[in-house]
Structure formats: structure tokens, C-alpha cells
């Protein structure tokens, strides 16, 4: 126990979470303040569990039949016969040489076409069905539809969105959080927590390990700025980042229900919006402001030097995305079609993909 609340001491050391002169006692609440408690960071966790149950019976009761009244594929393609020998095969994940598809011919006495056609059969008998894309793509579509509204409703009376010099101002004991903010941030905190659970088995991403980088960095930053009292900058973060999602779920989706003309329009929009918010808005407003503005209005502290690499990390992860994004649209114009998914394309889909008109992966 002792050595329990030694770690406990130290690790909450006002000289690391705090700005110089000021100690976890000037948080208690007052009739003038209300400031963040770093216990309700335990909030998000079971509402995390809410949101996956939600997400459960959305996709189930809602938006499975709304992709089944727009045709949408929902039935899943036919098993291949049991073998044990090409099963084992299969299972090694190696894309096999036709040296290998002849000795397995030659061990099976089989055709070589006929090992073939089973390898091909066995890997389109995983692949989730368009249906299941379509109603994943659905539920985010709509949380972040909801959370971008709600962030702009909590946000429009809040001085900081017009002038985000407010956001240090009287920080960190003149800044009192107020019920709304309070939700936004926990039911923000609760979809990315959801998020680090269901990317295990939702579809596969090619970019799987980046976006369980977002994801966890996301979180992190999220905590490290409610412990730290630094909410009114991470409410920007928010809302900026939830923008562009909107038009690039909608534009699988539109792709699932062979909408392409609408497909199109939107990965249109989202990719002006992607570069407006993410390369323009976030890095020349928010970084610059806790980068250049911050250091000038508020004493630097170590949680603040880990608050900022976090945001630049995000930045990072955003020039990467950025680029595969231009190039996809570049060789999309010049193939006269401008449909494909270029964050999440799964890898086995994008493997296969070759030639003629490019679609949106998943």
C-alpha cells in the first residue's frame, strides 16, 4: 500500500501535470469554477460498451435493412469443400508460387485448376459481405454526423471557437467547464475507446496499425488534456477532425449501393475538406496556437511539451494520409474514375484490384 500511494505521489506530481505555482488543491471546486476531474476519466470506459451495444443493434435492426432495400450484397459467398491439405496451405498466408500450386495439384491428384479454383473460393468465403461494409461505414457516417452538430451546438457560444486566444486566457484556474463541454468530451472519449475495441474485428484495414495509432493517441491526448485542464484547445481538435469523416463514410456507402455518380461528388468534397481542415485548419490554427501562441500567454509545463507532440503526431499521421489520398485522386482522374477508397482499402481487396474502373474498398 505504501509503495502504491509513493507511485500514486509521484506519478500525479504537480510539476509535471501543472504550470509552475499552482497545486492540485487550487482544483477544488468552488462557486465561481468548475474545473476537470481526472476521475472522471473512468466515465468513458463503460460507455464505451454502451456505444458497441448501440452500434450492435443500430447496424442490426436499422441499417442492415435500409442496405437490403437499396440491393445491397448481404449473402456470403459459398464455402469451399473441407481439405485439410490446402486448408493448411491457406492458412500460411503466403501467396503461393505455381511451383506450390503443382505439388499440391500432384499430392491431391487434382487438375491444377481445380487447387486454384478451392484457394479462390476459400479466400472469398472470409471476406465480409458488402452489406457488413456498408452498415460499419453507416454507423461512424452517423456518429460523426451527431458528434460534428453537437460539437458546433456546444462550441457556438464558446469565446475560444471565435477567438482561439481564449483558450489561454486565465488558464488554468479562470476556465470553468460547463455541462455540455463535459458531455462532448466523454461521449468523444467513449466512440474512440469503442473504436480501439471493434477495429479488431470490424473489416480489415490496410492501414490498420496507423489507425490504432490515431485511435490510441487520440485517447491519450483527450485524457491528457482533461487532467491537465486543457479541454477548451482539445474541443477544437475535436470538431475540426470530425468534419471530413462525414463525406468519406458517406462515400462508401454511396459506393456499397452502386451509387457511383454520388460516390464521386462526395469523396469530392471530402478530400477539399480533408486538405482545408486537417493540412490547413489544424496545423496553421490549432498547432500554431499551442505551438507559437500558448509559450507567449501561459507557463510551460512537461504535460504540456507531451499535449503538443501528441497534436503533432495526429499531424504526422494526417501529411501521410494526405499523400496516398492526392495520389489515389491523381490516378483516379487520369483512369476517369474517382472511386476509391484511399485510407482503408482492406489489403487482400486492394491486392486483387487491377486495371479498369478502381472502387471503394473497405
Not at 505521489?9 to 477544488?28: G, H, Q, R, S, Y
Not at 490510441?216 to 486543457?230: E, F, G, K, Y
Not at 503526431?313 to 489515389?328: E, K
Request: proline share 4%; net charge positive.
Amino acid at each position: 500500500m505504501d509503495l502504491l500511494n509513493a507511485f500514486s505521489e509521484k506519478f500525479w506530481d504537480k510539476d509535471i501535470w501543472l504550470p509552475p505555482n499552482v497545486t492540485w488543491a487550487d482544483f477544488k471546486p468552488n462557486d465561481k469554477y468548475v474545473y476537470c476531474d481526472h476521475r472522471h476519466l473512468l466515465y468513458p470506459f463503460p460507455m464505451a460498451l454502451v456505444m458497441l451495444l448501440l452500434r450492435f443493434a443500430f447496424e442490426k435492426y436499422w441499417l442492415a435493412p435500409i442496405g437490403i432495400s437499396l440491393g445491397i450484397k448481404y449473402k456470403r459467398a459459398k464455402k469451399a469443400p473441407p481439405n485439410d491439405i490446402l486448408e493448411k496451405a491457406h492458412q500460411s498466408k503466403e501467396k503461393l508460387k505455381h511451383k506450390q500450386i503443382t505439388g499440391l495439384a500432384k499430392q491431391l491428384d487434382w487438375p491444377e485448376r481445380k487447387v486454384e479454383r478451392w484457394l479462390r473460393v476459400r479466400r472469398t468465403q472470409d471476406k465480409p459481405t458488402t452489406l457488413v461494409k456498408f452498415c460499419e461505414n453507416s454507423w461512424r457516417c452517423t456518429y460523426y454526423v451527431l458528434s460534428f452538430t453537437f460539437g458546433i451546438f456546444v462550441l457556438w457560444d464558446k469565446p475560444w471557437l471565435w477567438d482561439i486566444k481564449q483558450c489561454w486566457v486565465g488558464y488554468p484556474l479562470e476556465q470553468s467547464l460547463t455541462n455540455d463541454v463535459w458531455w462532448y468530451y466523454m461521449i468523444s472519449m467513449s466512440f474512440y475507446y469503442s473504436l480501439c475495441i471493434s477495429q479488431f474485428f470490424d473489416v480489415k484495414r490496410k492501414d490498420f496499425w496507423q489507425m490504432f495509432i490515431h485511435h490510441i493517441a487520440t485517447v491519450t491526448l483527450m485524457s491528457l488534456s482533461w487532467v491537465c485542464n486543457l479541454y477548451r484547445a482539445g474541443t477544437l481538435v475535436l470538431v475540426v477532425h470530425d468534419c471530413a469523416d462525414i463525406f468519406l463514410d458517406a462515400a462508401k456507402m454511396a459506393k456499397y449501393a452502386s451509387l457511383s455518380k454520388i460516390c464521386d461528388i462526395l469523396l469530392g468534397v471530402f478530400t477539399v475538406l480533408w486538405i482545408v481542415t486537417r493540412i490547413g485548419i489544424y496545423p496553421f490554427w490549432i498547432i500554431y496556437s499551442t505551438s507559437v501562441t500558448a509559450p507567449d500567454m501561459v507557463a510551460i509545463f512537461p504535460a504540456y511539451y507531451i499535449f503538443n507532440s501528441l497534436l503533432i503526431l495526429l499531424l504526422v499521421l494526417h501529411v501521410i494520409w494526405t499523400y496516398l489520398i492526392l495520389r489515389v485522386v491523381y490516378n483516379s482522374i487520369l483512369m476517369g474514375s474517382m472511386d476509391k477508397d484511399i485510407r482503408s482499402s482492406s489489403s487482400e481487396e486492394l491486392s486483387e484490384s487491377s486495371g479498369g474502373s478502381q472502387s471503394l474498398k473497405d
